[in-house]
């Protein structure tokens, strides 16, 4: 229903009869609508928090590391994809202040944002990446620009961007962003 239409206009007696139950057995479960959203929202959360794998015990270097970049562009943009009307109600709860929305937001980028933190540090320890690079600065900055990219998927079709073109070019930024070298190819 989020899909389909506005949060705030979806009803409790609208999800009761998609669901095929009644009002009463709705409220026995969720005090209201948001309430439901909200779970929704905490299961989405922890299917999120499985993006870290993406990064674990990856390489870098190389053509792995090209295949990483690449192989977070696409898991990153699947999962928006899957999940896009609850995430849209998250994002706004989030952005007006909900603090529940925003820690289900954080949950999720968290995950990516602490393990390309901990890559970036591992290759800095390597001398592969600058020791003036914060860390911490350049994964918060890639995974902001990976959830703003992923939210506007539908909008890069409409600038005439292809997904075919997006992934690659997405990939780029992150592997230049973490390792500071165009990929091996």
Request: charged share 25%.
């Amino acid at each position: 229903m989020l899909s389909s239409s506005p949060y705030r206009d979806v009803k409790v007696i609208d999800v009761a009869r998609k669901a095929g139950t009644s009002p009463a057995t709705f409220y026995q479960y969720f005090p209201d609508v948001e309430g439901a959203v909200l779970e929704i929202a905490e299961q989405m959360a922890a299917e999120g928090a499985g993006l870290t794998e993406l990064l674990a015990g990856r390489s870098w270097v190389g053509k792995a590391g090209w295949q990483t970049a690449q192989d977070l562009v696409d898991g990153f943009l699947d999962f928006w994809r899957k999940n896009d009307a609850i995430l849209r109600v998250v994002d706004l709860g989030a952005a007006e202040g909900d603090k529940r929305f925003y820690k289900i937001r954080m949950k999720i980028l968290n995950s990516v944002n602490n393990s390309l933190t901990e890559t970036v540090k591992e290759l800095q320890a390597k001398g592969k990446v600058d020791k003036e690079v914060s860390p911490a600065a350049i994964a918060g900055s890639l995974v902001a620009m990976l959830a703003a990219v992923a939210g506007h998927q539908k909008g890069f079709q409409s600038w005439g961007v292809k997904q075919a073109e997006l992934k690659p070019n997405l990939a780029l930024l992150v592997h230049l962003g973490i390792t500071g070298r165009k990929p091996t190819r």
